[in-house]
């Protein structure tokens, strides 16, 4: 069994096959976080490509080639930090002693798993926003 803890470190050095057999697997993580942070990622790397082969028709494409790359290395990272906030929610879960402290414990575990998809939504829009550009003013065989 994988847990969160122990995985989160390797996603993204799983061949793609391996990856989602474990997403479809009835293992807790990767689960849909980790999924959406990779989702965004490779939409960014797709970006940055459709970028660089719009360089002959706009100025800024190389820029936005930048920032898509930019994107892309945030978003990476999010699928690990996803898994480990999970990670650290079972342990809330999981632990025992006083009552007030253990709800402290899943309250802050909760919050900061949190944190990881909305920083997923913010690149996923930084993206969304790189891809409209291209679509409107990029290469047309794209």
């Known amino acids: 069994m994988h847990s969160p803890e122990n995985t989160a470190s390797e996603y993204l050095d799983l061949p793609l096959g391996e990856f989602l057999e474990r997403v479809a697997s009835e293992e807790p993580a990767p689960g849909g976080g980790s999924v959406s942070a990779v989702v965004v990622a490779l939409a960014a790397g797709l970006a940055g490509m459709a970028a660089r082969l719009s360089t002959g028709q706009m100025d800024e494409a ?64 930084e993206v ?15």
Do not use: K, M
């Open 62 to 125: 190389q820029e936005l080639a930048g920032r898509a790359d930019a994107s892309r290395r945030r978003a990476a990272p999010l699928a690990r930090a996803d898994a480990e906030s999970y990670g650290r929610v079972l342990d809330a879960l999981r632990s025992q002693g006083d009552p007030e402290t253990r709800e402290e414990r899943i309250r802050d575990a909760l919050s900061g798993a949190a944190d990881v998809p909305l920083a997923v939504a913010e690149v996923g829009s």
């Open 128 to 142: 969304a926003g790189i891809a409209a550009r291209l679509v409107e003013e990029g290469n047309p065989n794209l």
